[in-house]
């Protein structure tokens, strides 16, 4: 039998089906999105949450005309579905393939943002809707946003705004109770309090219907009961807080039903000002691994299934090896066992930055704040303050939202300050893609005074790392990647160093590579290569981006005829940028200086591997980068170099 779902190649064709034949379009989109993601790793439970709430917006709303913007964007894979990218949904993650988040490149029309961070959508919803009222522009902007992502400190100034400006705005409110792990902070007791009395609007319509067929009471008496029930409202909703902040609140009414989410947003779609409907779904829903477990598959793939469930574990093609992620966490839970002072923080991710264990080990030490990574930093302040040694475990990419935060409250403090930012997914993460590539953090923080940049090339050098990072009195940042450690980890990573010490991993004559945390495995396999075919190949492994070795970089420029640097990170302020200039300073040879890293461009998604490949990042590229600097020095073959010599 043909599926409800093959017919429908936009909105339009949405349209067209009953209200009757919609639950068996959500099924069909279920099993969709369960089969692509066994296959393709993508955010399940997020999206199995939002089907019937996606279709139903897009039944009763024109998004051709109006507007539809989501908070993080890992929920869109229905939206998707529903908006022409049916036929190309298996490509879902892939390299060339379609985005797990909204993209404008892929849909401009429905697609208004390209966007993968939590907090953002209610500001630029409310900058759609100004700008359509400046412009006499009639459209309806609707935006969803979890109980998680509207917690953050974005989302509270866009919320604080649009009930002053009373501009047209319908926010969605997902509520299910986790963003990626489970929601915390007081916002999520508020939703608690108000999903225990989802009755308040129906209680309002009976008692305008009683009134109305009650004409000798007449209106007074009703103005005095519609006052008596805001009483009640308020003594039952503790703040009202979205009233109070000038939005008509409606619900909580599930986010599962599709008649009913049909009638209320028909009823509300046309109200003027800013609107807030509250829906409650469930993370996972119609999959019973993940509604059991919408942690665990909130970002899942590479299952099998049988029909419709799993015949077996989700796959561990990498179970026996070691993350970067897992040396984090279990060093700091080492450390912690000597340290008293020592505490972690964490912007709701526990699971995603290794702290879990931590939490369970040391509760009373342990902070999330939500998805508010400014918050977090300003907290780490405080707590340095104390006396004490806070670790803020955040994603690059997402600490990038804290800049100020670290320029102002941290750095600009100059007192020992020993935050210790670890900034897990550096450099290119993979099938998240550019929203999520950790390939700016060097040229945002090293410019700041004060400041220690570190990088690990292995699991022994970050638990080196993070130590010497606890025990200093500055402020200090270690990134490393989304991979695991190296297999057979170098043995010289035993060895203690010091601040802004470098090590020299293999001497050679004709050149040397100097590379910057996970680039040094790549690095020095090319070397062996070239090595093996009598060229001789000098690496360097710099550790640190600042301070910088000056002594190791300048004697290897004085007696060789190139230094390649090599970086996971853009070449705009990164590390070989950094090389330059030290270099420019103690007027050392700069032309002798030659940098590989992340061109001036936003890389696409796909495999980590592939994507190094492409930007000649691995084993194969950098070996392929010396030979060419080697042979434009004219150094042809081997017996070239003693000629030279």
Known sequence: MTRLLDKINGPEDLKC????????????????????????????SSNLGVVELTIALHYCLNFKVDRLTWDVGHQCYVHKLLTGRREAFQTLRQYRGLSGFPDRKESPLYDPFTCGHSGNALSSSLGLSCGDALQGKERKVVVVVGDGGIGAGMSLEALNHAGDLKKDILVVLNDNKLAISETVGAFSKYFIQLRTFPLYNDLKKEVHHILKILPILGRPVENVLEHLLEAIKRGMTPGQIFADLGFQYYGPVDGHNIPLLISTINRIKHLPGPVLLHTITQKGKGFEPASQNPTRFHSAGDFQLCNGKIVEAPKATKASKTSYTKVFGQTLVELAQTNPKLVAITAAMPDGTGLTTFKEKFPERYFDVGICEQHAVG??????????????????????????????DVCLQERDNAVVFCMDRAGLVGNDGPTHHGVFDIAYLRHLPGIILMAP??????????????????????????????????????????????????EGSEGVILAYGAMVYPAYMAAERLGAEGIGAAVINARFAKPLDKTAILEALREHPFVLTVEDHTLSGGFGSAVLEMVCEEGGDTSKIRRSGIPDRFIEQGPRELLLGGLGLNAEGIYKRFMAERNRLGFHHPLKVARRQ
Request: aromatic share 6%; no cysteine.
């Open 379 to 408: 907290l780490a302040n405080g707590l340095v303050y104390t006396g004490l040694k806070p670790v803020a475990a955040i994603y690059s990419t997402f600490l990038q939202r804290a800049y100020d935060q670290v320029f102002h």
């Open 457 to 506: 090339k292995d699991g022994r050098e970050l638990k080196q790392m993070l130590k010497l990072a606890v025990e200093s009195n500055r402020p200090t940042a270690i990134r490393y990647p989304k991979d695991n450690v190296p297999d057979e980890e170098m043995e010289l990573s035993s060895r203690p160093f010091s601040i802004g010490e470098a090590e020299v991993l293999k």
């Open 17 to 44: 089906l009953s209200l009757e034949e919609l639950p068996t379009l959500a099924e069909e989109i279920r099993e969709t999105i369960i089969e692509v993601v066994s296959k393709n790793p993508g955010h399940l």
